[in-house]
């Protein structure tokens, strides 16, 4: 495993993080979850990142992880660092969503119980909430740090402006942003210049979600969309309005692509994103262990040559 460092922090991540975002819930089979993370974290993956809605039902992802944690990993806490997320919606009412001091502070404490940890190494507030002053939102995050509940703070999906901004509130309040989760992959591009740009002029770390495109990367919709696929299904991230003809050609000429540089289009995909140095590290998913060992081996992968580079972008446009 490589590791990098986390923006002007001392700390450092593992190139390749896993998301707890699908496959974790209370749906999923826990015996499976509980292979996916051994291997994982045998594997050199030392991050593991939750949410406090992720499931489904909301919550069960971190319940699920926490009694793995205790079964296997809980001597090795602190060779992990353990991050969740509050910001979108998790229980019914006026207070189980958003960005308050109200919402954040409670969910957060009962992410710990549900994990059964008496910290979390970064807590992230998962939006923007428009309706909630940002000063509120971050001096609920700098309250965290002081009462010792998170190590560090991190922010996720905030525009280039709305991370400026709430990156200097935390600095006033004495708590340094650690951390920006965006999403970001061949297919989403926008955190390119500016963001990328204002994170490392801040000494703020980057970890991109999704840079496979909910699997969009993957060899899985080469032949089209397979009944057990995401895209399959009636809700969900990938739908099947958005696997147009023209992004299945796309996906197929970056498989050929890959396939010369001995790469899946998984790894290459994986690859790309990591060839920024901006970039902290990627968070990846997995349903079965077996992925998981096939995405760490975007590490062993060739540098990108500029005529590769712009193939791609030919191939994007």
Not at 97 to 125: P, T, W
Not at 245 to 262: C, D, H, I, N, S
Request: aromatic share 8%; charged share 20%.
């Amino acid at each position: 495993m490589q590791y990098r460092r986390c923006g002007r922090s001392g700390l450092r991540l593992p190139a390749v993080s896993l998301g707890l975002w699908h496959n974790f819930g209370g749906v999923d089979v826990l015996e499976n979850s509980r292979q996916i993370i051994r291997l994982a974290f045998d594997r050199g993956i030392t991050h593991f990142d939750l949410a406090n809605n992720y499931g489904p039902p909301p919550g069960t992802a971190e319940e699920n992880f926490g009694r793995i944690l205790q079964k296997d990993l809980h001597t090795h806490r602190d060779e992990l660092i353990i991050s969740t997320k509050a910001g979108y919606d998790m229980w019914a009412g006026p207070y189980g969503n958003g960005g308050s001091r109200k919402y954040l502070i409670a969910s957060l404490d009962q992410s710990l119980k549900r994990m059964g940890l008496e910290y979390v190494d970064i807590f992230y507030h998962h939006r923007p909430d428009p309706e909630t002053p940002l000063e509120e939102s971050m001096m609920a995050l700098a309250h965290m740090v002081q009462q010792g509940k998170a190590l560090y703070i991190g922010l996720s999906n905030y525009k280039p402006d709305e991370a400026s901004d709430a990156i200097h509130l935390l600095r006033q309040m004495g708590t340094s942003c650690l951390i920006h989760q965006p999403k970001y992959s061949l297919f989403e591009r926008w955190v390119e210049g500016e963001l990328l740009d204002l994170l490392d002029g801040e000494g703020v770390g980057c970890i991109p979600f999704s840079p496979l495109a909910q699997g969009l990367l993957t060899s899985k919709y080469l032949k089209g969309i397979p009944g057990n696929s995401r895209a399959a299904r009636a809700s969900g991230h990938l739908q099947k309005t958005d696997i147009t003809k023209a992004k299945l050609t796309q996906v197929r000429q970056l498989a050929e692509l890959a396939e010369k540089r001995g790469q899946t289009l998984a790894q290459m995909a994986l690859a790309w994103v990591l060839k920024d140095p901006r970039v902290t590290s990627v968070l990846v998913g997995a349903s079965r262990p077996e992925q998981v060992a096939d995405s760490l081996k975007c590490l062993n992968s060739p540098a990108f040559t500029s005529e590769e580079l712009n193939a791609i972008e030919a191939i994007l446009q």
